[in-house]
């Protein structure tokens, strides 16, 4: 531990790895789509009603290209019925509400389209007061089905009853499965466990469904969430970069391992690069950085048991590749220390001005007193917000650049006055 966070302090070179030429990454704040946003229409969110005209439910109706963007800000309460966007080529822009932004709860966000962009939200759906393995079981936000280009970026999803943020392809094989899928510098914690689910016990991070191929996991966090930290499903693909593990219950990264029940399907294909894993006292004492099997290439990878005894890479040795399987050309990665300061510093929703729940969550992720929950109640509960209400003008022209400068207002604070 004492080397990453001395390290912090260091200005540290990218470090270059190979290129795949099939597929582009984009270091832009709001990267680009493959549609005119200047073209798109403006569809407008001012109630925080669950549905009806202006709410969130009926714009994502809306047909056509569209950017969302919300004239309120506060709670915005699913009655446990989650959100579905079916319609391309979309912009969910969280970062035009006003302060402190928009929490969604008591469900989802469910994405069965393709070149879609969702920044700043905050999903937190909860049991919602239902029963132990009662069946409500939401993700916080999920893509399903044969979509393209979607991203998924600076959002915190947080108790959810199957994953918090998962690149599903849960389509039939012959309609084609899910690719190029990136969830970015998402806070992505406190899975609740002994809950809702019909399983029970459930409290998972991240699925990379069977099929789902070309998916990025890049800049994120991942906290007190008991599995899939997260884990990459046969015939899947994809590269983890630069996240951070904290307080995993029985496995940090994971990927299935083939057995008599799964036929021909091959290994995951994965590129496990610069990322951080910190025990907490609870996690599971004969776990490793990752587990299971892949054609996997790992280089950087540090992690940390809870008494300060350096975690082995892999559980079970296998044979690990030279190359990476798998990377989108443009991608640098960063070290271990880089990796620490900025996840820490600019992951989940709204970043320079926190809510209460993203930054306890942080807080307990760097001093190991994160715990695994069953109930949002034990850490407080739902949100309480007093909405606000400010319309937003949107430019006709240039609404790239000004979605990028809305977004990084709120992810690099304001210098004090004594250092400008």
Same mark, same amino acid.
């Given at each position: ?112 389209? *393709?070149? $879609? &962009? +969702? ?5 937190? /759906? =909860? ?9 409500? #079981? ?98 899947? *693909?994809? $590269? &983890? +970069? ?5 307080? /995993? =219950? ?9 057995? #008599? ?160």
């Amino acid at each position: 531990m004492r080397s990453i966070l001395a390290a912090c302090l260091l200005v540290l070179a990218p470090v270059p790895l190979p290129l795949s030429a099939a597929w582009v990454w984009q270091d832009a704040i709001v990267p680009d789509l493959g549609f005119d946003l200047d073209q798109a229409q403006v569809v407008k969110v001012t109630t925080l009603g669950d549905d009806g005209p202006g709410s969130l439910r009926e714009a994502l109706r809306a047909k056509g290209p569209s950017i969302i963007v919300f004239d309120v800000a506060g709670v915005i309460e699913l009655d446990q019925k989650s959100l579905k966007l079916e319609e391309s080529q979309v912009v969910i822009a969280g970062q035009t509400a006003p302060s402190p932004g928009i929490t969604i709860i008591k469900g989802g966000l469910n994405i069965e389209a *393709s070149q $879609v &962009l +969702v920044q700043h939200l905050r999903i937190r /759906p =909860g049991d919602a007061g239902m029963a132990r393995k009662s069946g409500w #079981e939401p993700d916080g936000i999920t893509t399903y089905g044969n979509v393209t280009k979607v991203w998924i970026d600076h959002c915190s999803a947080t108790w959810g009853l199957d994953e918090q943020i998962s690149a599903s392809s849960s389509a039939p094989l012959e309609e084609g499965q899910g690719h190029q899928i990136v969830i970015r510098n998402c806070l992505i914690a406190e899975g609740l466990d002994n809950s809702s689910h019909s399983k029970g016990p459930h409290s998972k991070g991240t699925l990379v469904m069977d099929g789902t191929k070309e998916v990025a996991l890049v800049g994120n966090l991942y906290a007190s969430n008991v599995e899939r930290n997260p884990v990459f499903k046969l015939n899947t *693909s994809g $590269v &983890l +970069v630069n996240n951070v593990i904290a307080n /995993p =219950g029985q496995r940090a990264i994971h990927a299935s391992v083939p057995d #008599e029940t799964t036929g021909d399907l091959p290994k995951a294909k994965v590129s496990v690069v610069g990322n951080v894993v910190l025990h907490g006292d609870r996690s599971k004492s004969t776990s490793a950085i990752f587990e299971g099997i892949a054609d996997g290439y790992f280089k950087d990878n540090e992690g940390w048991f809870w008494d300060g005894k350096p975690l082995p890479l892999l559980r079970k040795p296998f044979d690990t590749l030279p190359e990476p399987p798998v990377w989108p050309q443009g991608l640098q990665a960063q070290s271990p220390a880089s990796t620490l300061w900025h996840v820490t510093r600019f992951a989940g929703a709204r970043p320079a001005e926190r809510d209460a729940i993203d930054q306890r969550i942080i807080r307990e992720s760097l001093t190991g007193a994160g715990h695994i929950i069953d109930s949002q109640e034990q850490v407080g509960g739902y949100p309480r917000i007093t909405p606000v209400v400010k319309a937003m003008e949107v430019p006709a022209t240039g609404r790239r650049e000004w979605l990028e400068k809305l977004a990084k207002e709120l992810e690099i604070a304001p210098l004090p006055p004594e250092t400008k």
